[in-house]
């Protein structure tokens, strides 16, 4: 909100779909959500969110915050059987679907299903009924995000608002992000590191880029996005930023990048480090809240990147194989 105030003319995202300035962006996100809680969106409903990436994801997600609720990100290009699994253990109150989506007759009993059609119209109502940011508590859910899991079915991990607050403040003071960076977000919702991607900008006055998933998978055309003068910084796993480097990017200094997903080798960093400004390791478990520590890596160390320090209001344990603190 304090964004909206001091940045409204200021373009807040650019997407396949749509490319808002931060009042663009508040306006439909108010009436979205003024809608949903027509529908009966209050704080720890949960609002099911399977449409493309894009603004409209983006809008829909903010939308759901504002209303109260929280969402559950259920990624389209996911079968159908884990989606299933999903919904079915979450109950989502609300569903907002892609037009063509094959969830639409798999809804639980009473869920009402919004179309991406009827939340376009809804965004666009010139005389709609909008809403302001609703008061929440710490302790309230902000989303439901569903792992793998160690036994291959997925569980749903409950993150509370005041911890992903946390979070993003945390990120903002460091590795740092300003009114003038742009980051490419590449991650699909399902992932937490996605909250970063698309909150971050937001709550900093800056501009978040969202490619749409065919780019995200395909690091040729990924490669020609992350050349764009106007992008800053940008995430992503190990995975990805070597499939980068093999397409042949070279990388600028302008750049900030942030790792995390898995471990980096101390060979993946020396490449890194040679194609941007500044690298950053980040660790963490989805329980912990998208990530627990955070390490600036150094060019002259020649080792795999350590996970750092806490970040702020976290703490760090080393346990021995009984679990008990050494």
């Avoid at 994801?57 to 209303?67: F, K, P, Q, W």
């Avoid at 977000?185 to 992932?191: D, I, L, R, S, Y």
């Avoid at 060979?267 to 963490?284: H, Q």
Wanted: net charge neutral; proline share 7%; glycine share 8%.
């Amino acid at each position: 909100d304090g964004q909206v105030r001091r940045r409204a003319g200021h373009t807040a995202v650019r997407a396949a779909d749509a490319a808002w300035t931060y009042a663009e962006l508040d306006a439909r996100a108010g009436r979205v959500a003024s809608f949903l809680r027509s529908l009966g969106v209050g704080p720890e409903c949960k609002v099911g969110i399977s449409l493309p990436r894009g603004a409209f994801e983006l809008v829909s997600m903010l939308a759901t915050l504002r209303a109260g609720g929280a969402y559950v990100p259920l990624d389209p290009s996911h079968p159908l059987e884990r989606l299933r699994m999903v919904i079915d253990d979450a109950r989502p109150g609300v569903l907002v679907l892609a037009d063509d989506s094959p969830l639409v007759g798999h809804a639980p009993a009473g869920a009402r299903i919004i179309s991406k059609q009827e939340l376009q119209a809804v965004a666009s109502r010139s005389d709609g009924t909008t809403m302001a940011q609703q008061s929440a508590t710490p302790q309230q859910l902000q989303y439901v995000l569903y792992t793998s899991g160690s036994t291959g079915k997925p569980k749903g991990v409950e993150i509370e608002r005041g911890a992903f607050a946390n979070f993003i403040t945390s990120m903002k003071r460091e590795p740092g992000f300003t009114e003038n960076d742009c980051l490419l977000a590449v991650t699909t919702t399902t992932f937490d590191i996605a909250g970063l991607e698309l909150f971050l900008p937001l709550c900093s006055g800056g501009t978040v880029e969202i490619v749409p998933r065919e780019v995200a998978m395909d690091p040729k055309r990924l490669r020609q996005r992350l050349d764009d003068e106007r992008i800053t910084c940008m995430q992503a796993t190990p995975a990805t930023w070597r499939l980068l480097i093999e397409a042949g990017w070279r990388g600028t200094p302008r750049l900030r990048l942030l790792c995390g997903g898995e471990a980096m080798s101390p060979e993946l960093a020396v490449k890194l480090l040679d194609r941007c400004g500044e690298l950053w390791n980040m660790y963490g478990p989805t329980e912990t809240t998208v990530c627990a520590s955070l390490y600036v890596c150094d060019p002259q160390e020649q080792v795999a990147p350590p996970i750092g320090k806490a970040l702020p209001n976290l703490r760090l344990y080393v346990l021995d194989r009984s679990g008990e603190p050494v």
